[in-house]
C-alpha cells in the first residue's frame, strides 16, 4: 500500500512539476482574438486586446512583402523580416510566426536564441551551415550543412546559428510555435547590455583581458 502510494504521490509532483514549467503559449478559447491596442469594448488576452470578433476583417490576417529582398549591408551580411503578431494581429493567441531570412555571401544571422519558441528552418535559395548548442554540461554542437530544400530545427531556448557558406546570396523562410517567440542575440546582450555590465566581472567569465572586453562593448 505504500509503494502504491509513494508512486501516486510521485506522479503527481512530476505533473505538477510539468505544469509549473510550461512556458509555451496558451491554447485559444475562440476562434479568433485580432489584437487591437484600443482595448475599448476589448477583452484582454494573452498580452493584446482583443477585437470584437464580429468585426474582424481579412486583412487582420494579412501581411504582403515577404517576396521582397532585406537588406544585407550591415555588419553580420544578414536581414531577419518577422511576420508576428505584431505584424499580423490575427496571430494574437495562435501560438505561430514566419520570419524571412536573407544572407549575404559569408553573412551570418549570429548565436541567438528565442526563449518562447522552437524553430523550424528551410532553405530556399544557396547553401547554410546551421546548428546548436546544447546546454550545460555537454554544450555539443549539433551542426548541418543545408541546400535548397532542406529543412532543420531548432530547439527552444537553445542557441543557434546560421552562416551562409555560399558565393551567392541565400535566402531561408522558418516558422516558430510562438506568435511573439522573442529573440536574444549573445553578443548584443552581453557586450550592448544597457547599462553596460561590469568588464571586470565579463572579463573573467569569458578568461579575457579587460580591454578587449571594453573592445566589444564599444562595438556593441
Do not use: W
Not at 546559428?161 to 522573442?182: C, D, K, M, R, Y
Amino acid at each position: 500500500m505504500k509503494k502504491g502510494v509513494s508512486f501516486l504521490v510521485t506522479v503527481a509532483l512530476m505533473a505538477l512539476a510539468s505544469s509549473l514549467a510550461s512556458a509555451f503559449d496558451p491554447s485559444p478559447l475562440q476562434d479568433t482574438c485580432v489584437a487591437i491596442d484600443e482595448p475599448e469594448n476589448a477583452v484582454f488576452v494573452n498580452g493584446k486586446f482583443c477585437k470584437n470578433p464580429n468585426l474582424t476583417v481579412a486583412e487582420d490576417f494579412f501581411f504582403q512583402g515577404l517576396n521582397i529582398p532585406g537588406n544585407t549591408a550591415n555588419r553580420v551580411g544578414s536581414n531577419v523580416n518577422t511576420v508576428n503578431v505584431d505584424v499580423i494581429p490575427g496571430l494574437n493567441t495562435l501560438g505561430i510566426s514566419l520570419v524571412r531570412i536573407d544572407y549575404a555571401p559569408y553573412g551570418q544571422n549570429p548565436p541567438h536564441t528565442h526563449p518562447r519558441a522552437t524553430e523550424i528552418l528551410t532553405v530556399l535559395e544557396g547553401t547554410l551551415l546551421v546548428g546548436f548548442v546544447t546546454s550545460n554540461p555537454q554544450n555539443r554542437l549539433i551542426s548541418k550543412v543545408l541546400n535548397k530544400g532542406d529543412v532543420f530545427v531548432f530547439p527552444i531556448g537553445l542557441i543557434h546559428f546560421q552562416f551562409n557558406i555560399g558565393h551567392t546570396n541565400a535566402v531561408a523562410i522558418a516558422a516558430l510555435n510562438s506568435q511573439n517567440p522573442g529573440v536574444i542575440t549573445i553578443a548584443n546582450a552581453v557586450f550592448g547590455s544597457n547599462p553596460p555590465i561590469n568588464p571586470d566581472f565579463l572579463a573573467r567569465a569569458f578568461q579575457l583581458d579587460k580591454k578587449v572586453v571594453k573592445y566589444l562593448q564599444a562595438r556593441f
